[in-house]
């Protein structure tokens, strides 16, 4: 008596995720930088801060770790491009290319960066994989708001006051959030493959 065979199907290689489908690709980094967008709509001012809290971190770090580092970093530059050519997508609708040069302009700058980021760091789908991953993707958001607040308030300390203390408890939520959502989710393609 023979034996079943069992097969075992490989994960796909990087990058052939969106084979079989040629207009997957485009749309899924449209519907990418949509939801950042859509996530920059909601803006709570700051007082005494020119940055506003939005849900901007959040969206990036999960465009990130959901859809890789390609279509994420890529998904922010079409984002920003849109943004810079008059597009209503940054935070309360605002548009331009000033708006790139001033005090959230930093955080916007950084954002294909953190996405590229998470994309690379989260793909396999532990927990603490993924939490460092959405930590390292709102850090270096951080850092870029930081860098550019830095140059246009004159110091580093005001722009630590103005544009990071404001946001680490909130941003620190966002985190673990975003980690709960990618590990979940890479638990479920898992189980799908």
């Known amino acids: ?30 519907g990418a930088a949509a939801l950042v967008a859509l996530s920059a709509q909601v803006a709570i001012p700051i007082p005494l801060s020119p940055v ?15 859809f890789g580092s390609t279509i994420g970093a890529g998904s922010m530059v079409l984002y920003l491009t849109a943004g810079a050519f008059g597009a209503p997508v940054f935070s309360a609708g605002h548009a ?26 989260a793909e396999r789908g532990r927990f603490a994989r993924s939490l460092l991953a959405a930590f390292l993707g709102m850090a270096i958001i951080h850092l870029g708001g930081w860098a550019q ?14 544009g990071v203390t ?19 989710a890479h638990h479920a393609l898992r189980l799908r493959s």
């Open 96 to 121: 331009g290319l000033p708006w790139l040069f001033g005090p959230t302009g930093g955080y916007l700058l950084a954002f294909p960066v953190a996405a590229a980021a998470v994309g690379r760091l």
């Open 1 to 30: 008596m023979s034996r079943p065979s069992v097969q075992v199907q490989a994960p796909p290689a990087p990058g052939t995720r969106f084979r079989g489908f040629p207009l997957r690709w485009p749309l899924t980094l449209i």
């Open 52 to 66: 506003p809290m939005t849900l901007q971190g959040l969206a990036v770090i999960l465009v990130g770790g959901l």
């Open 166 to 184: 404001p946001f680490l408890i909130q941003d620190l939520l966002k985190v673990v959030l975003a980690a709960v959502v990618l590990w979940r």
């Open 149 to 162: 607040l830095t140059l246009l308030s004159g110091g580093a300390g005001r722009a630590v006051a103005l």
